[in-house]
């Protein structure tokens, strides 16, 4: 198949109709239709004449990259155009929630020479914070209860717990850096197609 526009001759992969509210063809090559010129024709392989269609008949007109082709789109659908900001807003948020998922996901951390892994839930959040100011404020205590991840509670050593503690702020603050470098990358960019890209 093939579709002509004045005197430009276009090979067509294929043709989809939708009564007469859009029409696609997809091409080989990327189309350059004339202004003057609002009939496009669909021709088969024998140069038989399949359809002739008047552009005028249809309110918007795209032509968009679809791998190694290209789709000439007719419709009379209103087309949704989402702003700039919005994807923006949209992939912020995406990378805030996962920046929240690697946080709560927590860290490794080597407990007396065995590797333990320890949450980062809002919960994890507080239990050691308030289980470190507490030793803060009991300088005499030694140890104190606490678990790792599908474990019982257990005394651990003071020194062990002030260290889940470091690796939970450095986990936190790594992560939180991180996110606002994308943020401010995100923020930055001009194209959708870039802001997608992230």
């Known amino acids: 198949m093939y579709i002509k526009n004045g005197k430009n001759k276009i090979n067509c992969t294929d043709f989809v109709s939708n009564n007469s509210s859009s029409v696609l063809f997809y091409l080989s090559t990327e189309p350059k239709l ?3 010129n609002t009939t496009i024709e669909l021709y088969d392989d024998s140069d038989f004449m399949m359809a002739s269609i008047n552009r ?3 309110k918007n007109e795209k032509i ?3 791998g190694e082709e290209y789709i000439l789109t007719l419709t009379n659908e209103e087309e ?3 702003s ?3 994807v923006k807003a949209s992939k912020i948020k995406e990378l805030s ?3 929240n998922n690697i946080i709560t996901n927590g860290f490794d951390l080597d407990i007396n020479g065995e590797s333990k892994h320890f949450s980062l839930e809002v919960h994890d959040q507080q239990n050691i914070t308030s289980i470190c100011q507490y030793l803060l404020s009991h300088e005499e205590l030694s140890e104190y ?3 790792a991840d599908n474990e019982d509670m257990k005394l651990y050593s003071r020194e062990n717990i002030f260290a889940i503690r470091d ?3 450095e986990t936190i603050t790594g992560v939180v850096e991180d996110y606002h470098k994308k943020r401010s990358i995100v923020n930055s960019l001009e194209t959708v197609e870039e802001v997608n890209d992230i």
């Open 97 to 99: 929630e996962q920046a």
């Open 145 to 147: 209860m606490y678990h």
């Open 80 to 82: 949704v155009v989402v």
């Open 167 to 169: 690796k939970m702020i």
């Open 64 to 66: 968009s990259k679809f």
């Open 34 to 36: 004339t202004k003057t």
């Open 84 to 86: 700039l900001d919005d």
């Open 56 to 58: 005028n008949d249809y």
